[in-house]
T-cell receptor, first 109, second 119 residues
Framework: GQNIDQPTEMTATEGAIVQINCTYQTSGFNGLFWYQQHAGEAPTFLSY????GLEEKGRFSSFLSRSKGYSYLLLKELQMKDSASYLC??????????FGAGTTVTVRA | GAVVSQHPSRVICKSGTSVKIECRSLDFQATTMFWYRQFPKKSLMLMATSNEGSKATYEQGVEKDKFLINHASLTLSTLTVTSAHPEDSSFYICSARDFNEREAGDTQYFGPGTRLTVL
């Protein structure tokens, strides 16, 4: 089975940096994904890690440590539109995704 | 990125009726599509894996006779909720697996979701 944990909520100020942690214990590992989901909408793909290290894409970066079963998503220069739920998902050997419960990020002016 | 559509976006039906939801990959071929449901403020729960030309694979606890899946072509999968009841009310989301995504090897792109309300 899969066990994926991430914080429920985080609040930060516009322009600041927020780091969302995700820990996982899975029966198979074939990559870790981060998705952004606004209320009432479908998730949109943000990042993918399969090897250890940091992947940077503009204001968003994602880090993976496979030995520790740990990942984080870093959001820099926060904007109001970044207020959303961020989902950590682990892909297994059958290419199925298992999702964490999501972290709701609220950006305040 | 790849585009996936879903239709309808919202549906309200009476208890006992059946509802069909379509999922289409618009600019790529998807041999594999996935169906999820999501309750308010909860994460996505995988219901089944839909493979083109073969039977769907259902996750444990999902009734295959209630949630009928048909993946008739490389760009279309349908989910039919049969004899719907109020407890089937949920947000249903499909995703399609794109093999041509260089960045992620292959990744899943999600449709916009279908809000089902059963009265």
């Amino acid at each position: 089975g899969q066990n994926i944990d991430q914080p429920t909520e985080m609040t930060a100020t516009e322009g600041a940096i927020v780091q969302i942690n995700c820990t996982y214990q899975t029966s198979g590992f074939n990559g870790l994904f981060w998705y952004q989901q606004h209320a009432g909408e479908a998730p949109t793909f943000l990042s993918y890690n399969v090897l250890d290290g940091l992947e940077e894409k503009g204001r968003f970066s994602s880090f993976l440590s496979r030995s520790k079963g740990y990942s984080y998503l870093l959001l820099k220069e926060l904007q109001m539109k970044d207020s959303a739920s961020y989902l950590c998902a682990v892909r297994d050997g059958d290419y199925k995704l298992s999702f964490g419960a999501g972290t709701t990020v609220t950006v305040r002016a | 990125g790849a585009v996936v559509s879903q239709h309808p976006s919202r549906v309200i039906c009476k208890s006992g009726t059946s509802v069909k939801i379509e999922c289409r990959s618009l600019d790529f071929q998807a041999t594999t599509m996935f169906w999820y449901r999501q309750f308010p403020k909860k994460s996505l729960m995988l219901m089944a894996t839909s493979n083109e030309g073969s039977k769907a694979t259902y996750e444990q606890g999902v009734e295959k006779d209630k949630f009928l899946i048909n993946h008739a072509s490389l760009t279309l999968s349908t989910l039919t909720v049969t004899s719907a009841h109020p407890e089937d009310s949920s947000f249903y989301i499909c995703s399609a697996r794109d093999f041509n995504e260089r960045e992620a090897g292959d990744t899943q792109y999600f449709g916009p979701g279908t809000r089902l309300t059963v009265l």
